[in-house]
């Protein structure tokens, strides 16, 4: 069984494209995270919810909207992608706010924009 | 603000070879340490953490120390074999009341190659 799971896997798409990616965790954790990867492998948090309400909010375009229709879900929706948005979208869950938490890490969505 | 700094890479070495992979960081209250592993086409996943000063986190034959007088969480392994390439990530997680600041900041990763 998948512990953290994405969909899709791999997204191609057009500039200015509205596009999503979605993510579930069955284990039954109550603080969920969104990280995009570059193309040099940092890692940089965006997003982080704790029981669907929304705790870190780092600096990200308001393009990006992520949406926590509950505890096991926390999708990430993308308006007007840009040539930038290519990278890869981590979701990661952890029981509790991070501090000594062990984080558990989806598969990635590779995102590429043309 | 907390910062983590790991060596600059990539690194290769021949199997059985001794690792040591850098890390150092600055943090406010009394950070949780972590090294997270990532193998090729794969999510992170944790390999070893450190919760307080002197702790020692230690999983697959690799180790590393929590060392508050030298800010640093350096990562070793006696034997690395070739299914140990992968990309290491060092990071730290601030321990909040509020939650504010209660993430992960990450190092830049480095890379690891072992030849047969």
Partial sequence: DTAVSQTPKYLVTQMGNDKSIKCEQNLGHDTMYWYKQDSKKFLKIMFSYNNKELIINETVPNRFSPK?????????????????????????????????????FGPGTRLTVL | GNSVTQM??????????????????????????FWYVQYPGEGLQLLLKATKADDKGSNKGFEATYRKETTSF?????????????????????????????????????????RP
């Fill in chain 1, 68 to 104: 926590s229709p509950d505890k096991a879900h926390l999708n990430l929706h993308i308006n007007s992608l840009e040539l930038g948005d290519s990278a890869v979208y981590f979701c990661a869950s952890s029981q509790g706010l991070a501090g000594p938490n062990e984080q558990f």
């Fill in chain 2, 8 to 33: 600059e890479g990539p690194v290769t070495l021949s199997e059985e070879a001794f690792l040591t992979i850098n890390c150092t960081y600055t943090a406010t209250g009394y950070p949780s340490l």
């Fill in chain 2, 74 to 114: 350096h990562l070793e392994k006696g034997s690395v074999q070739v299914s140990d390439s992968a990309v290491y990530f060092c990071a730290l997680s601030d321990v909040t009341r509020d939650g504010a600041n209660s993430k992960l900041t990450f190092g830049k990763g480095i890379t690891l190659s072992v």
